[in-house]
Every structure is written in structure tokens, then in C-alpha cells.
């Protein structure tokens, strides 16, 4: 008898597993045990986003879900503990950033539909449609070569402490990738089973796209007669004020100590801003009601010192957060409330 030919393995790096994945779940070659397949519409592969590299991720049209995959060459069992965590750490920077990842994954994927001049399968204004749902599901895997099925105990094991579960594929040495790691159905049937999560989508803005994304909020929120408001910034961004009533603006303003205040000033001559002042004040009571942090004053040295600025101010200061679509929508809404309580003073003096 000849001596056993030892079988090539044609998998020498991350970079042809992540190949070889790509390839499988957009043409959903792998069936599953309920004759489902693991497939989809788009993916693109490699993948840099706050600090984490993505191996693989695909998007699933009709479950309107995300699929991420690691892939890990080694095949010790620290190295594919290694995966699973990394499979963790991707999904509490989603939980955070997930608007911009679905952003760069699709600018990503249209990039490299642009270079191979292929077609797109799903256009820019489809996948807006999709984020506009505010929330998406994630499934996660782990990709791992055929020689790991030794330690499939192991593996069942990390696997069976971990949420969301996490499925398990394989690439073969012939470089097949495949639902099956150790061929016996009823473990790989465990081992393939991936739990879908949902995820939030929370919109995060830089502070420039903050102030207009809340402009163009109130000129869609405020009562139609408010809503050709003049606007004005710093160079730096740091205020945004909205213009309703003559010498006077509500105004958005980022502070030190990471405050932010939003309040109803008068800017104008001495006498004009007295005048609108006093009017203001003798409502006291009506705009106590805006909130217990609110505060009524005179502002600018021209009144202590005779000279510079003579200007006032109702105001509130409120903690910074993080400048997403809560913040926004908080923000909107304490503006608002400020119109609708001042203006019908100014109005009906």
C-alpha cells in the first residue's frame, strides 16, 4: 500500500477565510439545517471603525439584519477565545455608534461597487429608508478553520456563556466555507446557531450639524408664523441663535463645564432692551413655569459700569450630552417651550 497523500491546506491567512465568507453568504451557498440559507444581499470585507477591524459584514434585506464575522486563522483555543471577545467588543461599540457604522459600511460598500464597476444592489436612498427605522438587527460568527473541530467541546463551551449566542462556521482546507465544523449534525446544528439582537439606531452629530439638524427641526416644529426665523452663529460654533421678535433671539450656547444654555436674550440699545425687559419681568410668574432652573436677569457691564452692553437675558443652564437625536429632540423641545411661553408676552403687550 502507498503511503496517505497529506491533504494541501490552501487557507494560508485571515485575508482568504474573510475572501472565502464574502464570497459564500452573497451567493448562499451554506444551507442550514431548516433549509434556510446563509445569505446576503450586500458585504464587503475589512472594515476599519473606532479601533475594531471587521473581517466580514453582510446585510440581510428581508430580516433587515447585519451580519458580522470574525475570522481567526489560529487554532489554539486562546485563539479562538480571542474571537469570541472581539465578537463582545464590536458589539458594545454598535450599541454606541451604530448609525455611523451602517454609514460606513455603506459608503464602504459603494465604494467597491464603484472600483469593480459592478451594480448597485441597494441605492443610497434605499438604505436611508432603512436607518430611518431607528433600529436594525445584528448577528454575529465566528469563523474558524477546519482543524479546530478537535476542540469542539471547548468551543460548545465558550459559546454556551456568551450573549447573544455567537454562531460557528468553517473554512475547509480546500477553502470551502461551510455550516459544518465537526459533519455530525446535531453539534453543528448548536454551534451554527446565531441569536438576532436589536440595536438602536441613535444618529450622533458633530456640533455644526447639531445646529442645523436642530434649525431645520423648528422650522418644522415650531407654529407655522414662527418658522422664517432668522439665524446667526459663531465662527466656532459655539451658539445658535433663532431670530422670532425685533432686538431679541433665542439662542442655543455650548459652555464651559460641559453646560449648555438655552435661553431667550435681548441684545439691543439701552432703552429698547429696558423696555422688553420690564415687559418680560412683570410675567415672572408665567415663566417660572418654564422650570425651577430658570433665571431672569440684566446682562452685559454697560449696566454696572456705565459702559459696554446693556442686555438680559431668561435663560437655563442643563447639563451636555452626547449631540445625538435625544439630545436634539431635548434641546427642541425646551426651545420651543421658551417660544411658546415669551412670545405671546412680547406679542400681546
Known amino acids: ?44 470585507r475589512e472594515m476599519g471603525f473606532r479601533n475594531c477591524q471587521f473581517d466580514v ?7 433587515n439584519a447585519v451580519y458580522i464575522f470574525e475570522c481567526k486563522f489560529g487554532t489554539k483555543i486562546t485563539s479562538i477565545g480571542q474571537a469570541f471577545g472581539q465578537i463582545l467588543g464590536y458589539k458594545s461599540v454598535l450599541e454606541e455608534r451604530g448609525y455611523e457604522f451602517l454609514n460606513k459600511f ?20 434605499d438604505w436611508f429608508r ?41 473554512i475547509t482546507r480546500d477553502g470551502v466555507c461551510t455550516p459544518h465544523l465537526v459533519w455530525k449534525k446535531e453539534i453543528d446544528d448548536k454551534l451554527i446557531n446565531s441569536e438576532k439582537i436589536e440595536i438602536e439606531l441613535i444618529k450622533k452629530y458633530k456640533r455644526e450639524e447639531f445646529f442645523d439638524a436642530l ?17 446667526n452663529s459663531s465662527k466656532n460654533t459655539s451658539f445658535k441663535y433663532f431670530g422670532i ?30 423696555k422688553v425687559f420690564a415687559l418680560i419681568n412683570s410675567n415672572e410668574s408665567k415663566l417660572k413655569r418654564l422650570g425651577k432652573n430658570i433665571k431672569i436677569e440684566k446682562w452685559g457691564y454697560g449696566w454696572t459700569k456705565g459702559k459696554g452692553v446693556y442686555w438680559a437675558r431668561v435663560y437655563e443652564e442643563i447639563p ?29 403687550a
Open 1 to 44: 500500500m502507498g503511503k496517505e497523500t497529506k491533504k494541501v491546506d490552501k487557507v494560508a491567512s485571515e485575508k482568504i477565510m474573510s475572501d472565502k465568507v464574502k464570497a459564500a453568504i452573497l451567493s448562499g451557498i451554506m444551507k442550514l439545517s431548516d433549509n434556510s440559507r446563509l445569505k446576503c444581499d450586500i458585504a464587503i
Open 57 to 63: 459584514i453582510g446585510y440581510n434585506k428581508n430580516e
Open 106 to 125: 455603506y459608503q464602504k460598500y459603494h465604494e467597491d461597487i464603484i472600483k469593480s464597476k459592478g451594480w448597485l444592489k441597494i441605492e443610497l436612498e
Open 130 to 170: 432603512i436607518l430611518s427605522t431607528k433600529k436594525i438587527g445584528f448577528r454575529f460568527f465566528v469563523v474558524l478553520k477546519e482543524q479546530s473541530k478537535e476542540l469542539f467541546r471547548e468551543i460548545m463551551s465558550i459559546k454556551s456563556d456568551i450573549k447573544p449566542k455567537i454562531g460557528v462556521l468553517s
Open 215 to 231: 434649525e431645520q427641526k423648528l422650522r418644522i416644529e415650531l407654529p407655522e408664523k414662527y418658522r422664517k426665523f432668522k439665524t
Open 245 to 274: 421678535y425685533p432686538g431679541t433671539h433665542y439662542e442655543i450656547a455650548m459652555k464651559y463645564r460641559n453646560m449648555v444654555e438655552i435661553g431667550f436674550h435681548i441684545e439691543t440699545a439701552k432703552e429698547k432692551t429696558s
Open 320 to 348: 451636555k450630552e452626547i449631540l445625538d437625536e435625544k439630545f436634539l429632540t431635548k434641546a427642541s423641545e425646551r426651545i420651543k417651550k421658551f417660544v411658546d411661553t415669551i412670545q405671546p408676552i412680547l406679542e400681546n
